[in-house]
């Protein structure tokens, strides 16, 4: 089952492209743009992972949400232009897990959306990409029926793909994320990882010219 995330954005543009984003990378949503209109759509519907809120909205503001993000135990990453310390440290205080300024990299914020999730105990268990299951508490790989037995770099890499499928990843946060920061190896070391997934699991895996690797459909 995917993750269900809870957009709450009054710009056109940003919210659509937070639904655009989501939806790439798996998960399932529902976007609004009025802060009352959250009230009255919780009451039928609450049933979600995440919240991701603006705090200047029409009709209640972001920070007046939370109480209610509280009460069905949704947790909140604020996306705000309001750049103050003050904002930032009341936002924290009262619950939310992230403050985000815009304008913000959307590669960071479905990061930081998935480490959320594992933190609070609600990522996906199981991963899927076309015929390929990932089983992240068992860490076991299946196609069809059939386990696969996979390096744990590998599988690491794999992982890591599906997470944030049609999003480009550098070499470098590849070897951060996988590796460990620790790793003081060259980047030809993730070229040759990644070519022997591509390889042996048919993965649709697209080099982008200077930039790393992006799974895509």
Same mark, same amino acid.
């Given at each position: 089952m995917k993750?269900?995330?809870? =957009?709450?954005?009054?710009?056109?543009?940003?919210?659509?492209?937070?639904?655009?984003?989501?939806?790439?990378?798996?998960? !399932?949503?529902?976007?609004?743009? +009025?802060?009352?209109?959250?009230?009255?759509?919780? $009451?039928?519907?609450?049933?979600?992972?995440?919240?991701? *809120?603006?705090?200047?909205l029409?009709? *209640?503001?972001?920070?007046?949400?939370m109480?209610?993000? %509280?009460?069905?135990?949704?947790?909140?990453?604020?996306? /705000?232009? %309001?750049?103050?310390? %003050?904002?930032?440290?009341?936002?924290?205080?009262?619950?939310?897990? +992230?403050?985000?300024? %815009?304008?913000?990299?959307?590669?960071?914020?479905?990061?930081? =959306?998935e480490?959320? #999730?594992? @933190?609070?105990?609600?990522? @996906?268990? /199981?991963?899927?990409?076309?015929?390929?299951?990932?089983?992240?508490?068992?860490? !076991?790989?299946?196609?069809?029926? $059939?386990?696969?037995? #996979?390096?744990?770099?590998?599988?690491?890499?794999?992982?890591?793909?599906?997470?944030?499928?049609?999003?480009?990843?550098?070499?470098?946060?590849? *070897?951060?994320e996988?590796?460990?920061?620790?790793?003081?190896?060259?980047?030809?070391?993730?070229? /040759?990882?990644?070519? @022997?997934?591509?390889?042996?699991?048919?993965?649709?895996?697209? /080099?982008?010219?200077?930039?790393?690797?992006? *799974?895509?459909?």
């Amino acid at each position: 089952m995917k993750n269900r995330i809870l =957009i709450v954005e009054d710009d056109r543009d940003i919210r659509e492209s937070l639904a655009l984003n989501l939806d790439l990378s798996g998960y !399932a949503y529902v976007a609004l743009e +009025d802060g009352a209109e959250v009230v009255r759509y919780l $009451e039928n519907d609450h049933r979600f992972d995440l919240a991701l *809120l603006d705090v200047m909205l029409p009709g *209640l503001d972001g920070f007046s949400l939370m109480e209610e993000m %509280k009460r069905y135990e949704i947790a909140v990453i604020y996306l /705000t232009a %309001k750049t103050d310390v %003050k904002s930032r440290v009341y936002g924290l205080r009262e619950g939310a897990e +992230d403050y985000i300024v %815009k304008p913000f990299e959307m590669l960071e914020l479905l990061v930081r =959306i998935e480490k959320i #999730l594992e @933190r609070t105990g609600r990522s @996906r268990k /199981t991963l899927e990409y076309r015929d390929l299951t990932v089983d992240t508490v068992m860490h !076991a790989v299946w196609r069809g029926g $059939e386990i696969l037995h #996979l390096q744990p770099l590998e599988y690491e890499l794999l992982v890591k793909f599906i997470r944030f499928k049609n999003c480009t990843l550098s070499r470098e946060r590849l *070897l951060s994320e996988v590796w460990g920061y620790s790793y003081f190896g060259s980047t030809r070391t993730v070229d /040759t990882h990644v070519s @022997r997934i591509r390889r042996d699991l048919n993965l649709n895996i697209v /080099t982008v010219p200077k930039c790393g690797y992006r *799974l895509e459909d």
